[in-house]
């Protein structure tokens, strides 16, 4: 069945650093993929989406490109705040399905 | 209003206890959804509305009960629940079914079976 990768954390930056989180993707079809960020305490927020492949998804200062031959769909920002601290979620669904498959979460730690 | 309203926040219950989670959302979104999300863990389907009417259901074991009164709520009865359940839940909604890409998830509950 569809599948999601993530790189384990934490990941652990100073403020300014520049941020990749890696994930990619199992399907047998053409998946839309997802980023969502989880703050403390909180449910989970779309940070960024792309529905075809070569799409490139951005967002606060995020991006993610849908790489079909690689299967991946990384997350990057070139400079990281500490209000940046949360667990981010890759995810993805088959066009017209109802389920969100996701990766088991990166939390991203970001100190001064 | 671009919010999906989820109460209570917090919720103690006991194996013997019966509880209800509430949702609420106003876009106007025809598809409601339900989520589980142990800790540590990312978040696992349980149910999804469309129009109403239940259109799927991930094999949930029959101590959750969902129940969509209105295009506009969402409930959750909890009943006879184990530990094991301690989790927080998540609901969600959509413009209908399969347009993940404008899923908007509330803040959840979080539960704690004792």
């Known amino acids: 069945g569809d599948s999601v990768t993530q790189m384990e954390g934490p990941v652990t930056l100073s403020e300014e650093a520049f941020l990749t989180i890696n994930c990619t993707y199992t399907?047998?079809?053409?998946?839309?993929l997802f980023w969502y960020v989880q703050y403390p305490g909180e449910g989970l927020q779309l940070l960024l989406k792309?529905?075809?492949?070569?799409d490139k998804g951005s967002n606060k200062g995020f991006e993610a490109t849908y790489r079909k031959e690689t299967t991946s769909f990384h997350l990057e920002k070139g400079s990281v705040q500490v209000s940046d601290s949360a667990v981010y979620f890759c995810?993805?669904?088959?066009?017209?399905?109802?389920?969100?498959?996701f990766g088991t979460g990166t939390r991203l730690q970001v100190f001064p | 209003d671009t919010e999906v309203t989820q109460t209570p926040k917090h919720l103690v219950m006991g194996m013997t206890n019966k509880k209800s989670l509430k949702c609420e959302q106003h876009?106007?979104?025809?598809?409601m959804y339900w989520y589980k999300q142990k800790a540590k863990k990312p978040p696992e389907l349980m149910f999804v509305?469309?129009?109403?009417?239940?259109?799927i259901n991930e094999s949930v074991p029959s101590r959750f009960s969902p129940e969509c009164p209105n295009s506009s709520l969402l409930n959750l009865h909890l009943h006879a629940l184990q530990p094991e359940d301690s989790a927080l839940y998540l609901c969600?909604?959509?413009?209908?079914?399969?347009?993940?890409?404008?899923?908007?998830f509330g803040s959840g509950t979080q539960l704690s079976v004792l």
């Open positions: 969600a909604s959509s413009p209908r079914a399969g347009t993940n890409e404008k899923l908007f």
């Open positions: 399907a047998t079809g053409y998946p839309s």
């Open positions: 792309a529905t075809k492949a070569d």
């Open positions: 995810a993805l669904s088959d066009l017209g399905a109802d389920k969100l498959i």
């Open positions: 876009m106007g979104h025809r598809a």
């Open positions: 509305y469309s129009y109403e009417k239940l259109s």
